[in-house]
């Protein structure tokens, strides 16, 4: 009859280590919030040391050597604004396949996520790996995000890189980046990120307005010819 009560003992056990696994979970992932602002508001010499304790922060080994993760979105974003900061090539390209792995581990649990989606094809862009998975990001981005502001700033930063390389594009994908150029334009959390990018570089405006074949109110947006 003892072994009976050993159950009860055993599921309350169980989750009092999952409210304390989650408990520390969440000081962790205000730690590393914290750590990105003071790297955003702040930059200095320490920005990616910063960075890096905040990744610390959102991964850490378990018993068993098992690593845990915390918010692999915000893990991944901290790995690509880490990889972008970087004069290593080598070390860039590092970073950037370990925020691929978290973007695509957050996906697993929000597949309808898009701004995760545009994120993936921004990393895949950055790695030079234009293949069938760089296509199908985009293109899940925009299915599940065509009026998600914060995806159409990512999708119109991706088209810029791409525009400023030279690339060439088919008329599917142009389509796409100008549904979220015009969005983003129009909605007032997008508006003023795509217009700061494009008044940086003309060249890129240009192009957006060589795309727009007819009259549209994005043309005036524009400033078009």
Request: contains cysteine; proline residues 2%.
């Amino acid at each position: 009859m003892k072994i009976f009560w050993l159950i009860p003992l055993c599921i309350l056990m169980f989750f009092i280590k999952i409210s304390v696994e989650n408990f520390d979970d969440a000081k962790r992932e205000q730690r590393a919030v914290a750590l990105w602002m003071s790297a955003q508001d702040n930059p200095d010499e320490n920005t990616n040391a910063k960075i890096r304790l905040a990744i610390e922060n959102l991964s850490y080994s378990q018993l068993f050597d098992k690593t845990r993760v915390v918010n692999p979105t915000l893990l991944a974003d901290l790995y690509y604004t880490l990889a972008n900061s970087q004069h290593d090539v080598g070390k860039s390209q590092e970073y950037n396949q370990q925020a691929k792995l978290n973007y695509l581990h957050a996906l697993k649990n929000t597949p309808t996520k898009s701004t995760n989606w545009a994120s993936l094809a921004m990393v895949k862009w950055d790695l030079q790996e234009i293949d069938e998975d760089y296509l199908r990001y985009i293109m899940n981005a925009h299915r599940y995000g065509q009026h998600e502001p914060r995806t159409h700033i990512k999708l119109v930063q991706l088209s810029a890189k791409i525009i400023a390389n030279d690339f060439t594009m088919s008329s599917n994908l142009e389509a796409i980046f100008l549904h979220h150029l015009n969005f983003g334009i129009t909605h007032s959390k997008s508006r003023s990120d795509i217009l700061e990018d494009l008044n940086m570089d003309s060249s890129i405006r240009n192009k957006y307005c060589s795309w727009i074949k007819e009259k549209h109110s994005i043309k005036a947006k524009l400033k078009c010819a």
